[in-house]
């Protein structure tokens, strides 16, 4: 049986919180035949459940994955110099595991050091490295804090980047625009994959909505919905805007669902503009969003402007819209537009009051069927290209491909 090692220490699961990519995509690789063991850390600020730990390293079986826990020390904050220890720990330890039989191995950032043992591990298995890049780091690190190339964390983190792309014989990438940054740190043309990330379609349910939740949802009204995080990043002010700038079309509602560091202020500037065609509604269960989403008529995204953006972004919230078969306002500045390609929605400018506002009443004018055929575009596009089922075939593809 082939049997593939993925490295990367922030790997959760359902009963340990985020991250969940690896635990999905360990759970359709399973499915098609494949071992899986997943090697990550024992502490995680994303964590809501911490494993137990009984050694440094504790292996334990998460629906039939795999897992090797390596037991790490605590930080106090995910900007902490403790998380930087945190993650030195855990590839120091690395060199310790025993009774390993990999026959590829997937190293995924954004921690870096793992990187080099695990090329090791593939010079003494004689087998094959993928270097996963999620977010870019360290260039992540200098476009979002104070520190610049020079400092010498940046500089060790850019020794270890710059190896990734040397030795891996295949980098694995989530950002589609991505690929000339890599090749200007040192990677060949011919390595460079684009794996999206994803949405696990074969066991979501749709659970009833408590009937406080309910009755919070406007009736007889068109509806757009934002669902998740309420932080900055969001820039749910754009949606006030929207709202404030379509107030007098008293059957188009706008509703806020979800929880942040936001979300007071939004509320009081609601409250400022005296809008009463916004709503806001605490976050619920995420098997409950499914079925929120069926009773709005539009799902809104957007991000604050980012330079890294033009790489790419993979959002989740947009493929959870998707498989709702909800038509999407997206405003997001980026090197790739989801919804255009799926042809499922309306892509707006960044903070154009008025391209957002033409795009929510052209949808408002659409008749049901006419939006239900560009639900239907993001369903199916979702299913083909962002199913964890069609991800882990994707994966398998790359690893079979010339013999890696």
């Not at 826990?69 to 690395?94: D, E, H, Q």
């Not at 008749?367 to 994707?394: D, P």
């Amino acid at each position: 049986m082939k049997s593939i090692i993925i490295i990367n220490q922030y790997i959760g699961s359902p009963y340990h919180g985020m991250e969940y990519r690896h635990y999905y995509l360990a759970r359709n690789l399973i499915k098609l035949g494949y071992k899986v063991t997943l090697i990550t850390g024992s502490y995680s600020h994303l964590f809501s459940t911490l494993p137990k730990t009984n050694s440094q390293f504790t292996k334990e079986y998460i629906d039939g994955i795999e897992y090797i826990w390596v037991r790490l020390p605590k930080y106090k904050t995910s900007k902490s110099i403790g998380r930087i220890w945190n993650m030195v720990c855990f590839a120091w330890k690395l060199r310790f595991l025993k009774d390993l039989e990999p026959s590829h191995i997937i190293v995924s950032s954004p921690s870096l050091f793992p990187v080099k043992i695990a090329y090791q591990w593939t010079q003494k298995f004689k087998t094959k490295l993928l270097f996963e890049i999620r977010d870019i780091w360290p260039l992540t690190l200098t476009e979002f804090t104070s520190l610049t190339y020079r400092h010498p964390l940046i500089r060790i983190m850019y020794h270890y980047e710059k190896f990734g792309y040397r030795h891996a014989d295949k980098i694995i990438s989530l950002l589609p625009n991505a690929k000339k940054y890599y090749i200007g740190q040192g990677m060949k043309e011919d390595k460079f994959v684009y794996v999206p990330n994803g949405i696990e379609v074969n066991e979501r349910t749709k659970d009833e909505l408590p009937d406080e939740i309910r009755k919070k949802i406007p009736k007889n009204k068109f509806i757009i919905a934002y669902t998740g995080t309420v932080g900055l990043a969001n820039n749910l002010d754009y949606l006030i805007d929207g709202a404030n700038a379509l107030k007098k079309y008293h059957d188009i509602h706008f509703i806020v669902l979800g929880n942040g560091g936001e979300k007071n202020r939004l509320e009081k500037r609601v409250k400022t503009l005296l809008l009463s065609n916004v709503s806001f509604i605490d976050a619920i269960d995420k098997d409950k969003v499914d079925n929120f989403l069926s009773h709005v008529d539009v799902a809104f995204i957007s991000l604050v402007s980012e330079n890294l953006f033009k790489f790419g972004v993979s959002p989740n919230k947009v493929f959870d819209y998707m498989y709702a078969k909800k038509p999407i306002i997206w405003a997001i500045a980026a090197g790739n537009d989801f919804v255009k390609e799926a042809q499922c929605g309306e892509s707006v400018v960044l903070n154009n009051i008025e391209y957002l506002k033409d795009s929510v009443l052209k949808l408002y004018a659409m008749s049901e069927t006419e939006r239900c055929k560009l639900g239907e575009n993001g369903y199916n596009f979702v299913l083909q290209n962002n199913s964890y089922q069609a991800l882990a075939k994707k994966v398998i593809r790359i690893i079979e491909e010339q013999n890696v």
